[in-house]
């Protein structure tokens, strides 16, 4: 078989720009393997690509296959990989072309074994949000413990790391996000749509932003003397930065530590409900190599294809 299937955008736009295609299979070269696509997890990032947000991909990238993390069997290697076809992996796919179809082609050393403590599934949503999780906290926070932190956008379950660390976890949420977080331990929930951090948080030794904004612009009203503001979107104020003496990041998601969180996610008992970024399993490409009814065009998307799409809406997208 030397062809795949693979949901791509053709242009941005809203869920319905989700096409599904026929490409050639990716071939691994010098230090990458092919991947059989067990499932693959839902993002912010791809909510960005697929609108037209994301700097990095632009017009002259598309067609594109969206899909940052992955669970799935390694199916062909190239050389110098450790891996070996057969051997179940999760793996942070990065920014080529991505895990929303068969197969993927992925850097060797972007991938760990699948933890023995969670299925295909939840592993396939857990690379980015584990590792942004993590990276911002300790790597680029320096959290330690029993240090006092705030997570805004904290529903894709940021906090449950700086729980298991020891920290005092003040996250801010909406909706069913604020007992989901709660489930999580974490101890202070703040409502966004209501409540205002600088009313409720005592200052804070890091303060975490996924939202950015006005909101990011808030969040210097609670950071401590000496403090962190961590962002994964845009770079925070370095005159804010220099009046209350804090260091300040802006910082990208990368394939380092990805080795070796195959044990953290067992050895902590990570909650499944932590990487809740939605997955989908490769249910509808099957279908249409059995009915003969793929793959999809703009023109002729078939009956079905709507459900894979609207995973991809942003009212129902976690990290």
């Excluded at 949901?7 to 990716?26: A, N, Q, T």
């Excluded at 894709?156 to 996000?177: I, L």
């Excluded at 409502?191 to 009313?199: A, F, K, L, N, S």
Aim: hydrophobic share 35%; charged share 25%.
């Amino acid at each position: 078989m030397s062809d795949m299937l693979a949901y791509r955008i053709h242009r941005f736009g809203g869920p319905d720009v989700l096409l599904l295609d026929s490409v050639p299979i990716p071939q691994p070269g010098a230090g990458e393997m092919l991947l059989r696509v067990r499932a693959a997890g839902v993002n912010p990032v791809d909510l960005k690509t697929r609108a037209g947000q994301y700097p990095l991909i632009r017009e002259d990238a598309l067609p594109y296959a969206l899909g940052r993390d992955c669970c799935g069997v390694v199916e062909r290697v190239g050389e110098n990989v450790e891996w070996a076809p057969g051997d179940e992996v999760f793996a942070f796919v990065g920014q080529g072309p991505g895990a929303y179809a068969e197969y993927v082609k992925l850097d060797g050393a972007a991938a760990a074994r699948r933890p023995v403590s969670i299925d295909a599934t939840v592993a396939g949503a857990v690379p980015l949000a584990a590792l942004t999780a993590w990276q911002g906290l300790f790597d680029h926070g320096g959290l330690e413990r029993g240090e006092r932190v705030l997570i805004h956008a904290g529903a894709g379950g940021v906090g449950h790391f700086a729980k298991e660390k020891g920290a005092e976890v003040f996250v801010t949420a909406s909706e069913d996000g604020i007992e989901f977080v709660r489930s999580l331990g974490a101890d202070h929930v703040i409502d966004y749509r209501h409540q205002h951090v600088e009313d409720l948080v005592p200052e804070a030794d890091l303060v975490l932003d996924q939202v950015g904004g006005e909101t990011q612009t808030r969040s210097w009203n609670v950071v401590a003397k000496g403090g962190a503001l961590i962002s994964t979107l845009t770079e925070p104020s370095q005159t804010d930065a220099s009046r209350r003496g804090a260091q300040r990041t802006l910082y990208g998601t990368t394939r380092r530590q990805v080795t070796g969180r195959d044990r953290r996610v067992d050895r902590q008992r990570t909650h499944p409900g932590a990487h809740r970024g939605h997955v989908y399993v490769q249910r509808a490409a099957a279908r249409a190599r059995a009915t003969g009814r793929g793959p999809y065009t703009r023109q002729n998307r078939p009956r079905g294809s709507q459900g894979v799409a609207s995973r991809l809406a942003p009212t129902q997208a976690r990290t």
